[in-house]
């Protein structure tokens, strides 16, 4: 283990163990560089696998870590990277219009993804491709949105996985509005059947009156809801420390439910946390927030630059604490796992991911009557009248149903 | 049939809709104990329980943020929003998420969602109090619009509403909530999303809806009693139109006056002008006019008598369009 990866590991626990941040109290240098802006006073942040990949015991979150345990979230970490890098690259060769990547997020996702039952409900922004990954969600239903072929090729019902929302801060009012019917309906409680509502958002959707309202609604409704905040240090190109003075966890405690701040690069206590937490849901202790302390290792979108606004040193220090490494270097250093283990993860990721890439491609455009379907669940002939008018118009062109645009 | 007031009408449709269905929710600012603060949900908190008729937070994204939400689960989510001025926190949700989730999720959600909006002027109040916003929403698609402007139409239409899987923005004339009239309440049944004559004429036709249509019915009287055969149609569902029976008056009368208190520019009667001239331009025999709110905010309670389309305006653009 190099001397400085494990000095920069403990710069990231040790702020994120002391300091509050903003303007209230500017954070040192070395932390600014790592990037650790809004930082916690209660020696709260939640380990149990090291960035060392060393194996520590939460008495609070007790997990039982099997080697199948770990060698199934590493898989899904693996693959959910390697289909997110295949989605940049598609973006890059003009395959997509856009691409949203999660890199360095795999930990909080996937630790958040696999805590949930079939049962549960989940409300995602848009960087959410591991959760999606977890709620059986195929990655390739996720081109569609980029591609500009649909806004959401997947069935939220059936996934348990909401549409992505891309206003920032809405899915919670609507995550929480769920969470009340789960209530009324009176699925909460000790029994298998019981559910609960879990709602993604990030750091810079903390400012937004619908996340505040959806506390206070969770709150006053005692709606059986999680909400997980990836605080990844950025939104765009705003540090976190724009966004709020104290820990954004801390928040919490002024709606009346305890906020928990995980080591959101360690897929362990995230799994351990939002269990947890979706647990206290179920059983009628909710709403819970919890922070998940990561860090988006890429660009906002594959439109961003962060090159503008941030250093790489920054970056470099948190490559230290990739959540995928810390889980590896766990299994290869106790045995759990041999070179074959780590192949043909690796094989499988390879072949998703050219999968991924063909489906992408074959993508067909949809027929331009596509515009006019659920517009409404019930007939509206003025919309028809337009179809039947944008029909009349396509129609008079010699190679009529194809129609060319770009 | 039973003489009620529209308020009275408005109850017993959100009291039989709670009976008929356990889905149905009402949502809102003191909806509960004080039944609202135009009493339109009076004692159904009582009837239904705390579950059924929820006061929130007073946070209008909130409310309708959630009641989304409740409508994925399955629940109908009734919303009373307090006033018209008060709608804009939830205008985001309303737009971005109530709008379009059907549409985004390829109809594997609906969201069968009414929002109740009392609005117009006429009642003396304060800012914020008096507003005509309809248009706005007209202008999102995936939403439909309706307004009624008497008893037996607050009630159909809210009946209505709420079985429509469809979010409805549900606008209710607040200076109207106490006049009477006939409503049929045994049964509902048949579409009232629809333009409807509410009286024969041959001279103009004068379209309008919601609060005004008092004020056109008036104007019709007066006209009569000079000789003049005005048609009036009270068009019901702002979004989308129901724009045949407005044609079909037009091709026989050929004069069109539409009129709205909502300020005038990109408004319903710029649609209602824009479509009938396209349709019936040949039968015209004037321009469409409008007699709308003039393009200011709404102004003080001391000034509304002005800014509101009255009888006296109404048949000045009457004349104006005889004249032409």
Known sequence: MPAEQSESAKNVRAAAARGTAGTSALPEPHEVIAGLRATVTAPGLVTILSPEGELLDHPDYPLEVTPELVQGLYRDMVLVRRFDREGNALQRQGQLGLWVPLLGQEGAQIGAGRAMRPLDMAFPSYREHGVAWCRGVDPTDILGMFRGIDHGSWNPRKARFHNYCIVIGNQVLNAVGYAMGQRFDGMVGDEQTAEATICFFGDGATSQGDVHEGMVFGAAFNAPVVYYCQNNQWAISEPVEKQSRVPLYRRAGSYGFPGIRVDGNDVLACLAVTRWALDECRTGNGPVMIEAFTYRMDAHTTSDDPNRYRNSDETEAWKLLDPIERVKAYLARNGLADAAFFDGVQAEADELAARFRQTCIDLPTPEPGRMFSHVFAEPNPQLDAQRAEMDRYLAGFADSGTVTHR | ?324
């Open chain 2, 1 to 324: 049939m039973t003489m009620m007031t529209v308020a009275k009408a408005l109850n017993l449709a959100l009291r039989q809709s709670m009976e008929d269905d356990a889905k149905v929710l009402i949502m809102g600012e003191d909806v509960g104990k004080l039944g609202g603060v135009f009493r339109i949900t009076d004692g159904l908190q009582k009837d239904f329980g705390e579950h059924r008729v929820m006061d929130t937070p007073l946070a209008e994204s909130g409310i309708v943020g959630t009641a989304v939400g409740l409508a994925m689960r399955g629940y109908r989510p009734v919303v009373e929003i307090q006033f018209d001025g008060f709608v804009f926190p939830g205008f985001d949700q309303i737009v971005s998420q109530v709008a379009k989730i059907s549409f985004r999720s390829q109809g594997a959600w609906k969201v069968p969602l009414v929002i109740r909006i009392p609005f117009g002027g006429g009642i003396g109040a304060v800012e914020h109090h008096s507003e005509s916003p309809e248009s706005f929403f007209c202008h999102i698609a995936g939403i439909r619009v309706v307004a009624c402007s008497n008893p037996s139409d607050a009630y159909h239409l809210l009946r209505q509403a709420i079985t429509s899987d469809d979010p409805v923005v549900f606008f209710e004339p607040k200076r109207r909530y106490w006049e009477k009239g006939e409503v049929e309440s045994a049964s509902h049944q048949g579409d009232y999303f629809t333009t409807r004559l509410r009286r024969p004429g041959t001279d103009c036709t004068v379209v309008t809806y919601g609060p005004s249509v008092a004020v056109v019915l008036a104007a019709a009287d007066a006209a009569a009693a000079e000789g003049r055969s005005l048609e009036v149609l009270d068009l019901r569902s702002l979004s989308p139109l129901d724009l045949n029976p407005v044609v079909e008056s037009v091709r026989r009368t050929g004069h069109l006056v539409v009129v709205s208190e909502a300020p005038r520019e990109s408004s319903i009667t710029s649609e209602v002008a824009a479509r009938v001239t396209e349709e019936a331009f040949y039968s015209l025999q004037a321009p469409v006019i409008r007699v709308a709110g003039y393009d200011t905010p709404y102004p003080p309670s001391r000034l509304e008598e002005e800014y509101l389309p009255n009888l006296d305006r109404v048949l000045e653009a009457v004349d104006r369009s005889m004249r032409y």
